[in-house]
């Protein structure tokens, strides 16, 4: 493990998240960790911009560990 894959563990166990099958979080989690606003990223989305790909589930949108790893890893 990374030390960024351990920061991210840390920090969604500190928010009390555990990620659904296949690593996934919820929008606004992802928001927190990336430092965005919920509605930016929402905003983003719905308008194809957006800084990650997402999955849906209904009218959710939920991003994937290794996605927010990756963007991570190359902005950083």
């Given at each position: 493990m990374t030390d960024l894959d351990a920061e991210i563990c840390a920090r969604l166990a500190d928010m009390g998240i555990t990620p659904l099958l296949g690593g996934l979080i919820p929008e606004r989690v992802a928001a927190d960790l990336l430092g965005y606003s919920?509605?930016?990223?929402r905003q983003q989305a719905a308008k194809g911009l957006g800084?990650?790909?997402?999955?849906?589930?209904g009218n959710?949108?939920?991003y994937r560990i290794a996605d927010i790893r990756a963007f991570v890893s190359e902005t950083a």
């Open positions: 919920h509605a930016h990223m800084v990650l790909p997402f999955v849906r589930r959710r949108r939920f």
